[in-house]
């Protein structure tokens, strides 16, 4: 494809017509975080996980929702408390849409919001005491909790509570892991070292503290799904298909995960990796620790799932393999039933894509798939490894916009005009007061799943209904 | 394995359908039963009962530490939504970053809109060294890139812990140039520990309006006959501050709303991205100090702000969010009262109407048992409709809820027979309300869209009422307040009320025997 057709527009020059709006400084600082990809580049020539300029409205949130709102947040079993005023539990509470099942409130409590709600009083003379009678009460009140997260807010830091000392305490006398995570908000410069600490805690908390089960009983088959959050039952429809090549999965993380799941995880023969963003820490560790191999895959669109189904298969013997393009085989009607209906309602649209994690990357070859270009792409927390894994899916000519500014993509949006821009909810109506088709890739738009081949039907179906609703054509009026 | 697939082109099944395909019922169990070693069912059924219990009640009221599923946010979102009424404000929130993407998350979800706000980002280093110089770099980046009227400075639990000084800050960044000396920049401090949400607020209306009309009292200040009005955080804001101007004008009342965020929070789609739109101008917040008499329509929105507004010398009144036939007449009468003007005959007509509409719908209303929690005020104006209404206030619970609220309310059950089986619970939260709807049954829940769980654990039907509404569309846009507003809301309880009965009465051969053409 050439990039050419992509765009008439100059975006060497209009990065630096957006640059001009910031004060000497601040623009210095951004010029870094910004570039357009050049040919055969190792990586995308952007500065990453350094922090956000004062000011700038950066789209990004904090440590605490690294932990909790991502990583943490969606293991099912257990109560994860967020420690410290009354909001950030809030704000986050059945924010990010990790489908699970279970008797909410007597089993699992996802969709809950557990809070120590900090008054002046608990800032002053500090938290712990209330934090013994927080967990006392949760175990009283919630007797089947298979263990309990402290997610520290921000003044947890500040104040010098010993949170640790409170989680082996009470860990001891309820016989349950009590897992403290120093998640404070001001730590590092995005969600980005909030699962960093998440998945630190998962090492010192439960790998150090608990053992795999002990009538858990290992097969040469054994794999896992790491960093997959279930957003709209993303895992699942993952799930189902290495199931059907005949792996088994023992255990999800996090999204529909079990402590016990965590627990099991040393025992996986290789541990299979989404979002290698906020979860390569604990595959390192475990590759290191207890020798588990680990491999990264995409499991958004046709292309990369089949690629990515026999890499995965390519680790297992000549059975799996072959079972690997079986299911292949038997998802390719419905493939190309799908790209049939919708390649020509979207062929040649362009797409511009902001979001965090793995996505800037790993749904471009989905758009591929159907016809669709990306002409612009940007991470809100990435560091350089992902910008290194990013030239790979992207081309030559994309604009790449790091930790990007909601001035700067006004402009740039604005500039460039895609047929579509793929973000969050904070952007979503900036731009469809534009006139812009908008979908949200963060929470599906409440759609989903949009992993596996189930999955991709959903996504080529939605990005079709965004872009070719009748209500773009009425935005204007006639008189 | 059948080869046969669920998922199609020519169907696509949502996630609602697609995971309800055998398939993946197959996969569901096995997960269950070999790998996620939970309990067994037996033993979740259990404890699920246990938890509708007297017993399970009582160790749940007896809680004193934690907080589950509360019905409060924390000070700077209420700070926020009050500086987003002002014209071209744009709110700048010291601390740490990731709190604003929650707060303008939280309020796009609601109203559907883009929500604008930035942060100082401060990190580690200035937890240590403290934020000044993310305010003089912040303040010089926001001015310069969204070019606002006015920056409404709050702040997040870090500042407040590290104790930042803001008004030392902002004048250390007006000497740095930040901004421009006579570029307002009012400010408050907004502890995410101290209060709610509606504190928040307060603190942030009473910090605009002390940028504009000085700090120091005057009870002496020249007045006209302009009448202030404060809305409060209110989810349903763009239909009634719409429908309280309307009022206004058919009154023929100057009436000044401060903080509008109607048109801020409900902008046009056709082609153009407003990043600022309407909202009280700073020109309007002046002269506000010379309004004779500023009225609040949320108690516990504007404490603060009201005294403040006396030590202008201006008359204050205040009300509890006020829905339904009395509460407006009350409001009217103020208006009045103040205006010297008579209640038009426009407005005694929709007065006549809605009373008309209760009586023709009383039927369906009269001894009806409801639960109703949220912010304070709402509780209080609900209440009040409820009774009039001939339905039976049972449960009213507020996690912002003080002792001094709980009697108030008391007050209002008191004054009705339809009250006699009513409570208040302030400083509870809806996992208290779920024990309490268990135990002592209601027939519908008015709330926000938090409330569904309490409904599917019930069973009892919901009505979104209040802020937040993430799960249902625009009602946000119709008022809640006036005349027009109580009809919105006798609507919507109705409506529910109808489709409740037709859901209990739908089944062929069985209950259809009520299930009534005519109601």
Known sequence: MSLSENTTVDVKNLVNEVLEAYPEKSRKRRAKHLNVLEAEAKDCGVKSNVKSIPGVMTIRGCAYAGSKGVVWGPIKDMIHISHGPVGCGYYSWSGRRNYYIGDTGVDSWGTMHFTSDFQEKDIVFGGDKKLHKVIEEINELFPLVNGISIQSECPIGL??????????????????????????????????????????????????????????????????????????????????LLEEIGLRVIAQWSGDGTMAELENTPKAKVN????????????RHMEEKFNIPWMEYNFFGPSQIAESLRKIAALFDDKIKENAERVIARYQPMVDAVIAKYKPRLEGKKVMIYVGGLRPRHVVDAYHDLGMEIIGTGYEFAHNDDYQRTPHYVKEGTLIYDDVTAFELEKFVE?????????GIKEKYVFQKMGLPFRQMHSWDYSGPYHGYDGFAIFARDMDLAINNPVWGVMKAPF | MTDKLSQSADKVLDHYTLFRQPEYAAM????????????????VARVSEWTKSEDYKAKNFAREAVVINPTKACQPIGAMFAAQGFEGTLPFVHGSQGCVAYYRTHLTRHFKEPNSAV????????????GLNNMIDGLANAYALYKPKMIAVMTTCMAEVIGDDLQGFIANAKNKDSVPADFPVPYAHTPAFVGSHIVGYDNMIKGILSNFWGNSENFDTPKTEQINLIPGFDGFAVGNNRELKRIAGEFGVKLQILSDVSDNFDTPMDGEYRMYDGGTTIEETKQALHAKATLSMQEYNTTQTLQFCKEKGQETAKFNYPMGVTATDELLLKLADL???PVPASLKLERGRLVDAIADSHTHLHGKRFAVYGDPDFCLGMTRFLLELGAEPVHILSTSGSKKWEKQVQKVLDGSPFGKSGAAYGGKDLWHLRSLIFTDKVDYIIGNSYGKYLERDTKVPLIRLTYPIFDRHHHHRYPTWGYQGALNVLVRILDRIFEDIDANTNIVGETDYSFDLIR
């Not at chain 1, 908000?185 to 070292?193: H, Y």
């Not at chain 1, 460039?416 to 793929?422: N, S, T």
């Open chain 2, 339 to 341: 205006s010297g003007k």
């Open chain 2, 28 to 43: 569901f169990e096995k997960k269950k039963t070999e790998f996620e070693y939970g309990h067994s069912d037996a033993e």
């Open chain 1, 272 to 283: 299979l990796i989404h979002c290698y963003r906020s979860m390569n820490y604990i595959a």
């Open chain 1, 159 to 240: 104040i010098g509570d010993d949170i640790e000392a409170v989680a082996r305490a009470k860990s001891a006398e309820i016989g349950k892991p009590v897992i403290p995570v120093r998640c404070e908000g001001f730590r590092g410069v995005s969600q980005s070292l909030g699962h960093h600490i998440a998945n630190d805690a998962i090492r010192d908390w439960v790998f150090e503290k608990t053992e795999p089960k002990a009538d858990f009983v290992s097969t040469p088959y054994d794999v896992t799904i790491i960093g997959d959050y279930n957003i709209g039952g993303d895992a699942w429809s993952s799930r189902i």
């Open chain 2, 119 to 130: 942060s100082s980002s401060m990190t580690e280093d200035a937890a240590v060294f403290g």
């Open chain 1, 415 to 423: 500039a460039m005009r895609p047929d579509l821009v793929a973000s």
